[in-house]
């Protein structure tokens, strides 16, 4: 008796996602049906690009110029990489439903506090320089803040989970 060997064909094409990234940022993403992710990358890039058009200092130009290019190029190949690892948990014969990456760790799923805290004043200082409450050069000398405040949540949540290990053992 004869066995019949069926390979599944590829769900993706990893060409397709790079040349639909290339086009515009985040539809490779979109591609490989990770929808959030590639609106993300839209807004992100969006973001980017219109901060250069409010005439900022030439080191935010600098820097956004830079983030811009990083950032585009890092969208491209992980479009390629994700499509690549759809397709070969494809072949080994998983189903589609199985193949999916995740999009977000369970952390930002559930949401946070202290995350939410971030952004919320974050807008606030934003939507006070819109009005011209407080001007935009007081906001950016402010910045270092934001990444202080991220480095301490960093270091308490790594000390915490460090106590919640030493006790269950």
């Known amino acids: 008796m004869e066995e019949k060997i069926v390979v599944r064909r590829p769900q993706k094409s990893p060409a397709l996602a790079v040349i639909l990234a290339i086009i515009a940022p985040g539809t490779g993403a979109m591609y490989n049906r990770q929808l959030t992710k590639g609106l993300i990358y839209m807004i992100i890039i969006a973001g980017l690009i219109s901060t250069l058009t409010l005439s900022p200092p030439v080191f935010v130009i600098l820097l956004c110029s830079l983030l811009i290019f990083g950032f ?9 990489q994700t499509a690549q690892a759809i397709n070969r948990k494809a072949l080994m014969g998983e189903e589609e439903e199985e193949v999916e990456v995740e999009e977000f760790p369970e952390a930002v799923k ?3 506090v202290f995350w939410g805290i971030v952004l919320l004043l974050l807008g606030v200082f934003l939507l006070l320089a819109n009005f011209e409450v407080i001007s935009y050069s007081t906001v950016w000398q402010f910045w270092p803040v934001v ?5 301490i949540k960093l270091i308490v949540d790594f000390v915490s989970t460090k106590r919640e290990e030493n006790r269950g053992e």
């Open 110 to 112: 559930a949401g946070s």
């Open 72 to 80: 585009y190029t890092y969208q491209i190949f992980e479009a390629a």
């Open 147 to 151: 990444v202080i405040v991220i480095g």
